[in-house]
């Protein structure tokens, strides 16, 4: 007698029974439909499943339509999906991943490998439905939006986007253990490492080079280090004359298979503004812009508005934060507010002390001082932009404006 491993809904039209031979020798307990209808009926009436994997003969497009139908499905909706597709041609594994596609591997396959990828999605499942279950964490998405890609970025240096990102990290590493990453894309000498006091194996430059690693999301779950609160962490090239290899194409197809492999991913985009910052905003679903009480913070603001009004691209939510970086403030609020065209979504207090400690000893003030008025502010905001329940008494205003309007007064 044996127990299987995972219970598995296979929706195949492909005329041949490899993938479904595959799964029941590898001990899946697995299901076997041949059309989205049937597996809709097959899921209404009680069936329990914990991956769909999608074994169609069409193409790409057919795959990316039939996983948007499941996603939209309410007895499918939560479940992870692994695509079989037909060739292994590499731009219809970016498409599927782009469009949410949890895995994707090509035929011809190994059993082995097939088996080890339907089990990973397995695991993710029982971690993610545990965690909705836990009283420690009782985090589900607000908003029903189950990844998210959040850009912290400042036109301007020094204001504190390598705090705020790894602050933010780190909490939601907290909520959803196992489900956050924290990419550092300044590539002017990235600190994320520092900040963490962790010594990273591959840095961004080098994981760009390993197309493996790339393009798939185990393996690019498994280049990533991990810190002691849980989070995933990739660091910033050594020296900034390493990063030509990182190309916008290059990187779009990483923020996609970060996005496959974790549920939130945090970037660090840095204060540089070049085609990769721009690819960066692009791909974010929420954007954190962080802005201090001073002129010239606020000139590069109006600066890079210049730049970017010939731009039609499309950003994700945004929220403006005041980082008080002296003590008595330089500029009021409101003239900050009139200055950006848009209200300051969130306050971060001034607090030196607790702030130099933790860049000291390399511990995020949400770890280190978590009674301090910072850390509870940079504990609201990760609730915010990660669309988890907050008890916050302001809400967050968070537009989604062109990438022309991003630093407007309009």
């Given at each position: 007698?044996?127990?299987?491993?995972?219970?598995?809904?296979?929706?195949?039209?492909?005329?041949?029974?490899?993938?479904?031979?595959?799964?029941?020798?590898?001990?899946?307990?697995?299901?076997?439909?041949?059309?989205?209808?049937?597996?809709?009926?097959?899921?209404?009436?009680?069936?329990?499943?914990?991956?769909?994997?999608?074994?169609?003969?069409?193409?790409?497009?057919?795959?990316?339509?039939?996983?948007?139908?499941?996603?939209?499905?309410?007895?499918?909706?939560?479940?992870?999906?692994?695509?079989?597709?037909?060739?292994?041609?590499?731009?219809?594994?970016?498409?599927?991943?782009?469009?949410?596609?949890?895995?994707?591997?090509?035929?011809?396959?190994?059993?082995?490998?097939?088996?080890?990828?339907?089990?990973?999605?397995?695991?993710?499942?029982?971690?993610?439905?545990?965690?909705?279950?836990?009283?420690?964490?009782?985090?589900?998405?607000?908003?029903?939006?189950?990844?998210?890609?959040?850009?912290?970025?400042?036109?301007?240096?020094?204001?504190?986007?390598?705090?705020?990102?790894?602050?933010?990290?780190?909490?939601?590493?907290?909520?959803?253990?196992?489900?956050?990453?924290?990419?550092?894309?300044?590539?002017?000498?990235?600190?994320?490492?520092?900040?963490?006091?962790?010594?990273?194996?591959?840095?961004?430059?080098?994981?760009?080079?390993?197309?493996?690693?790339?393009?798939?999301?185990?393996?690019?779950?498994?280049?990533?280090?991990?810190?002691?609160?849980?989070?995933?962490?990739?660091?910033?090239?050594?020296?900034?004359?390493?990063?030509?290899?990182?190309?916008?194409?290059?990187?779009?197809?990483?923020?996609?298979?970060a996005s496959a492999a974790f549920q939130i991913v945090v970037v660090d985009a840095g204060?540089?503004?070049?085609?990769?910052?721009?690819?960066?905003?692009?791909?974010?679903?929420?954007?954190?812009?962080?802005?201090?009480?001073?002129?010239?913070?606020?000139?590069?603001?109006?600066?890079?508005?210049e730049i970017l009004n010939l731009s039609t691209g499309e950003l994700g939510e945004t929220?403006?934060?005041?980082?008080?970086?002296?003590?008595?403030?330089?500029?009021?609020?409101?003239?900050?507010?009139?200055?950006?065209?848009?209200?300051?979504?969130?306050?971060?207090?001034?607090?030196?002390?607790?702030?130099?400690?933790?860049?000291?000893?390399?511990?995020?003030?949400?770890?280190?001082?978590?009674?301090?008025?910072?850390?509870?502010?940079?504990?609201?905001?990760?609730?915010?932009?990660?669309?988890?329940?907050?008890?916050?008494?302001?809400?967050?205003?968070?537009?989604?404006?062109?990438?022309?309007?991003?630093?407007?007064?309009?």
């Amino acid at each position: 007698m044996y127990v299987a491993t995972s219970r598995i809904l296979l929706i195949s039209d492909v005329g041949d029974t490899l993938v479904q031979d595959a799964l029941r020798a590898a001990v899946h307990e697995t299901t076997v439909v041949p059309d989205l209808a049937s597996a809709l009926e097959a899921a209404a009436g009680g069936l329990s499943v914990e991956v769909v994997v999608l074994d169609l003969a069409g193409t790409a497009d057919d795959l990316v339509e039939a996983s948007q139908a499941i996603r939209a499905a309410e007895p499918l909706v939560g479940l992870p999906i692994l695509c079989v597709s037909q060739t292994d041609d590499v731009e219809d594994r970016i498409l599927l991943l782009e469009a949410g596609v949890d895995d994707v591997i090509a035929r011809p396959f190994d059993s082995r490998e097939l088996d080890a990828r339907a089990e990973a999605l397995a695991l993710r499942f029982h971690r993610s439905r545990d965690l909705s279950q836990s009283t420690n964490a009782g985090v589900t998405i607000r908003d029903g939006s189950p990844r998210r890609i959040i850009a912290v970025y400042s036109p301007k240096g020094g204001v504190g986007t390598t705090t705020v990102a790894v602050n933010v990290a780190t909490w939601l590493a907290g909520q959803l253990p196992g489900a956050v990453a924290i990419l550092d894309l300044d590539f002017q000498f990235g600190q994320v490492s520092t900040h963490l006091n962790i010594e990273t194996r591959m840095t961004m430059a080098e994981l760009v080079r390993d197309e493996a690693a790339l393009r798939d999301p185990g393996l690019f779950s498994a280049a990533l280090d991990r810190h002691g609160s849980g989070l995933m962490v990739l660091g910033a090239p050594a020296t900034p004359d390493v990063v030509a290899g990182v190309t916008t194409e290059a990187l779009t197809t990483l923020l996609a298979t970060a996005s496959a492999a974790f549920q939130i991913v945090v970037v660090d985009a840095g204060s540089v503004l070049d085609a990769r910052s721009e690819t960066v905003l692009t791909h974010a679903t929420d954007i954190v812009v962080v802005v201090t009480p001073e002129f010239p913070a606020l000139k590069a603001v109006h600066a890079l508005g210049e730049i970017l009004n010939l731009s039609t691209g499309e950003l994700g939510e945004t929220a403006y934060v005041l980082n008080e970086i002296f003590a008595r403030g330089l500029l009021r609020i409101s003239h900050i507010e009139e200055a950006l065209g848009t209200k300051i979504a969130l306050t971060i207090p001034y607090d030196a002390f607790a702030f130099l400690k933790s860049v000291n000893e390399g511990v995020p003030l949400v770890s280190g001082s978590p009674k301090s008025p910072a850390a509870d502010q940079l504990r609201r905001l990760a609730a915010r932009v990660a669309g988890l329940p907050t008890t916050a008494r302001e809400p967050v205003e968070r537009r989604s404006k062109g990438l022309a309007g991003l630093f407007s007064r309009g």
